[in-house]
């Protein structure tokens, strides 16, 4: 068994990458997710791997293409407006069926924004961030651990899938440092008949192609991918329940809003409210068959996150509105406190909203 | 023998090859169109072809084979 | 004996441009060097976006179709992958001088060991005859209709110039497609930037001053003149730099 080091969510991100066969990273500076390129810029040449800051955030995710449409696992990191840049090249990975892994440590925002924690880019994230009808798998961390364990998940489901995947972390995830046990070394990736390893005069030409000018090809290349998009949601769905067995008000809540929640839940079971959460750790596919198994037990719901309120509608629509739900949120780089939460339970437990 | 072949239902009848031969034998067909709905171009006179290949380099859709 | 016939590396795929429209001739001269340097199986290829986005249909080799202006960043990304293939992008001047222009000096300032072919036709062809960053002054176009006004949009990028600044460039060079003397140039020229990255050099980038018979509102033959009178005069012909035959003469 590997030993526990304490390390930088951040750093430990990038290690796992390394560990599960990354060797192509490119990145570009932006806080609060530097750290990724900078840890990288050291490992990455001493393993003989690819490490380069690129020019921009948009060179970025296009260098991943290369890599990607080479066979390669490759990966780029940023926070939200260097994500907003990214957006067309993750369309072209979704069109292109390209597996990678895309990192959003986010922060406040809209524009420039802040620099602090938020999730303000989960409508981004989850409904693809780019052109088009498609989905990214996102997977939301909610440890430095899991910041570590989804790395190994996400470039694994990604390639299985053929679907980029976005591990979407906040600030707080990225740089607080806790206790992580790396995951052993990956094995190697599925193969990749389609990728663009040379013809070697032994089989016709891959193309890695998004574009169909005629209308029904393209209609039938998006109804074959979201054939796909069925078979992961049905498959795929990750989250984890806490205190949820007798719960009769549900929290949810991602990232570092529901390692918040948990001390409020903590506390209100206190004071006699049982209340438990339910944890999304994949924000796509939504973990609609636990939300609409907590329906039936349940009699209120409250959505706890770092924005305007954006998952409360996928809480809402994955549940058919059969239950209120609430919504306790910060933003702008703010963190709601355990008491803001058990003052939104309360409420929620008294039926208001 | 230098001999041109020309793969008529490439050739679009953009005309640079005419302009190219230093022989002046190419001509567009004013007869013959093929799939594309272009004049194909053709050698007037195979004879007078000395295989400098101008026409085929100016060719910007392959239709002309040069043979010695 | 056969003087002159269609290179292995161009597929069967009829060409979709215009009668007369240079790409043709251009496609051939990168397919006349990938047979001559015998690396179409490890030849991969970008594709951007213009008259050429479909160039991944015509070339027999593995292609990738790069968005607008970022083919030298996907380039970088497929060259990283693997050093020991043979990357090439296919760029026109909006791609690569106007949208594209970052990943162009950076992928020069990097000195990737990539070949980029830049289609220099100083118009957008694709989208219908706007003015390119090419664009010559006083030049009619969709977008400068009472031609190009130097005081308001400035004046046209040089290109070649501009990398043969950059110290991580290693070879660019001018050239034309307007008659056969310039082909013929223009053809050793390709096959000097394919053979730069095989021999694991660096950063090559061949400007082919070419022709767009249809936005230009000529005739193939006389747009082919144009070249001669008013492109070449502003885009004038050569090596702009060869870091690689300096260093070799040291």
């Known amino acids: 068994m590997a030993e526990k080091i304490l390390m930088k969510g951040n750093e430990a991100l990038a290690e796992a990458a390394i560990m599960a066969g990354c060797r192509h990273y490119f990145g570009y500076p932006i806080t609060p997710q530097t750290e990724v390129a900078a840890y990288m810029s050291r490992r990455m040449p001493k393993i003989g791997g690819t490490f380069l800051q690129a020019e921009s955030e948009i060179a970025a995710i296009n260098m991943v293409i290369g890599a990607a449409a080479a066979g390669k696992r490759a990966m780029t990191s940023s926070s939200s407006p260097g994500i907003s840049l990214k957006s067309e090249g993750i369309s072209y990975m979704a069109g292109c069926d390209l597996p990678g892994l895309i990192v959003n440590v986010q922060r406040g925002g809209p524009g420039l924004g802040g620099i602090q924690p938020s999730q303000s880019d989960y409508f981004q994230a989850t409904r693809g961030g780019g052109h088009g009808d498609y989905h990214l798998l996102v997977l939301a961390p909610s440890s430095v651990q899991e910041m570590a364990n989804l790395v190994f998940k996400g470039f694994d489901l990604s390639e299985k899938y053929r679907i980029p995947c976005m591990l979407l972390a906040d600030g707080t995830m990225g740089q607080m440092m806790e206790p992580v046990e790396l995951p052993e070394r990956a094995a190697e990736g599925a193969a990749k008949p389609w990728a663009l390893t040379g013809t070697e005069g032994r089989r016709k030409p891959n193309i890695i192609n998004s574009l169909a000018l005629e209308p029904q090809e393209l209609e039938k290349w998006n109804e074959e991918r979201f054939q796909r998009y069925d078979t992961v949601r049905e498959n795929e769905q990750m989250s984890e329940s806490y205190r949820m067995e007798d719960a009769e008000i549900c929290v949810v809540a991602f990232g570092i809003a529901a390692r918040v929640a948990q001390n409020a839940i903590d506390a209100v079971r206190g004071r006699g409210i049982k209340a438990g959460m339910i944890r999304p750790i994949t924000l796509w596919p939504f973990p609609e068959k636990a939300l609409k198994a907590a329906a039936k037990q349940c009699r209120a719901f409250v959505s706890v996150e770092l924005n305007m309120g954006q998952m409360i509608e996928d809480v809402k629509l994955s549940i058919d509105c059969s239950r209120p739900v609430s919504l306790c949120c910060r933003t702008g780089g703010m963190i709601p406190s355990p008491d803001e939460v058990v003052a939104a339970i309360e409420r929620a437990a008294e039926g208001g909203k | ?68 | ?250």
Request: net charge neutral; proline share 5%.
């Open chain 2, 1 to 68: 023998m230098a001999k041109v072949t020309f793969e008529k239902d490439l050739c679009k009848g953009c005309g640079l090859c005419i302009a190219a031969c230093p022989k002046g034998i190419l001509e567009l067909s004013r007869e013959e169109i093929n799939q594309k709905g272009h004049h194909p171009a053709q050698i007037t006179d195979q004879e007078k072809c000395i295989a400098c290949a101008f026409c085929a380099t100016m060719c910007p859709d392959c239709v002309i084979t040069v043979e010695k």
């Open chain 3, 1 to 250: 004996m056969i003087v002159f016939e269609k290179p292995r590396a161009l597929t069967d795929a009829p060409l979709h441009y215009c009668p007369g429209c240079t790409h043709g001739i251009i496609h051939r001269l990168v397919a006349e060097a990938i047979d001559s340097l015998d690396i179409a199986g490890r030849t991969i290829g970008v594709a951007s976006v213009g008259c050429s986005v479909f160039a991944y249909n015509y070339f027999n080799c593995d292609m990738v179709q790069a968005a607008h202006g970022r083919a030298p960043a996907v380039a970088t990304g497929v060259k990283r992958a693997d050093p020991g293939k043979i990357v090439f992008t296919y760029q026109g001047d909006g791609d690569l001088a106007s949208i594209g222009t970052a990943e162009t000096v950076h992928a020069a300032a990097r000195g990737e060991n990539i070949t980029i072919i830049f289609v220099n036709n100083a118009i957008y062809g694709m989208t219908g005859g706007q003015m390119a960053p090419t664009s010559l002054p006083g030049q009619v176009t969709q977008t400068s209709p009472y031609g190009r006004d130097v005081n308001t949009v400035g004046y046209p990028v040089r290109i070649c110039e501009l990398l043969a600044t950059l110290d991580g460039t290693g070879y660019v060079e001018r050239v034309a497609v307007n008659s056969v003397k310039n082909v013929r140039s223009a053809k050793r020229a390709i096959e000097k930037a394919f053979r730069n990255q095989v021999e694991g050099k660096g950063f090559s980038l061949i400007e082919v001053v070419s022709t767009c018979p249809t936005n230009w509102g000529k005739t193939p033959q006389d747009a082919l003149k144009w070249v001669e009178t008013d492109m070449i005069p502003y885009y004038p012909l050569g090596v702009y730099k060869d870091k690689f035959a300096e260093e070799a003469a040291k």
